[in-house]
């Protein structure tokens, strides 16, 4: 029998309560399914410098690794704002991030029939709703050289100083993710999208030609469009069902992602895979996490939503273990416990009601996984 290897970082903040929620749900796969998980859980973030005095050990980098997935909480809050920015509970992730190699972060934003009313927009703008965007997850002006601050003594300088980060991207970065997006746009409606700023960076000029080369040389049956990123952000909000997969830079696609998830009604619901080139395995090297962060004023209180969590790891059963099936189980258990009104407090609506508690609703998927 198979043995599927996961490595479980619940991290900081509300983290290790929706992780607690994902491991009910591998306990019911275990017990009903017959799939055999080997399950480890580490420390990321916030509380691994509380142990370690850094973000991430490096055993724990070592481990990442070597698993099959990685399925991580939240990184980050207010304790740890004031540290060195070398070792702040971010700098974890973005190392798993690099180390891994993890150049594609696909980013769905699907509106769930039954939340299409907790929409900052009208429920004819996002009902039915499924997007995905393709996010370049090492590159650009998140890593670029140089960065840094430093003093600066020009004449008139206030303050003496400056701030550099470099937006930085070769062919073959863009190439790589571009592949991602298109793979992805044949297992779906067969359009992507394009985002950049050719019209003011050098970097936007290569990353239009690139993916148009791409297209060009081996994608020529799927339909592909250009846009600047400021109009992206624009027609996100104005008519987001004209996209099906969306390809950006990193930067781009983490501000572009934060508006998407919002049309989908509460970022409690948001999962992401971020994945790699193969392993041995054949299947891609992968993280997966939620898209909502530590959520510090909630944590310890029972209020979290832990369904972006299990959905991440249903893109975890889909992506890396090939469990599509059982991803779909997964989802559709979650989508009967939203039409079932089951609702914790980020997703009630004007009207009010009771919310469930985060293990409340861990349970209900749980329940409805039976009948799945
Ligand atoms: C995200 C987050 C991260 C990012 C932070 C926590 C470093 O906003 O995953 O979107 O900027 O990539
Ligand atoms: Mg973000």
Redesign the pocket.
Known sequence: MTTYSLLILPGDGIGPEVMAEVRKVIGWFETNRGLSFDVSEDLVGGAAYDKHGKPLADETMAKALEVDAVLLGA??GPAYDNLDFSVKP?RG??RLRKEMDLFANLRPAQCFDALADFSSLKRDVVAGLDILIVRELTSGVYFGQPRGISADDTPGNEGGRVGVNTQRYTSGEIRRVARAAFELARKRNNRVCSMEKANVMESGILWREEVQWVHDNEYPDVELSHMYADNGAMQLVRNPRQFDVIVTDNLFG?IL?DAAAMLTGSLGMLPSASLGAPMENGRPRAMYEP?H?SAPDITGQGKANPIACILSFAMALRYSYGLGDEADRLERAVEKVLADGVRTGDLMGPEGGTPVSTSQMGDAIVAALAAA
């Open positions: 990184v980050g971010e992730l973005l983490d992602s898209v962060g």
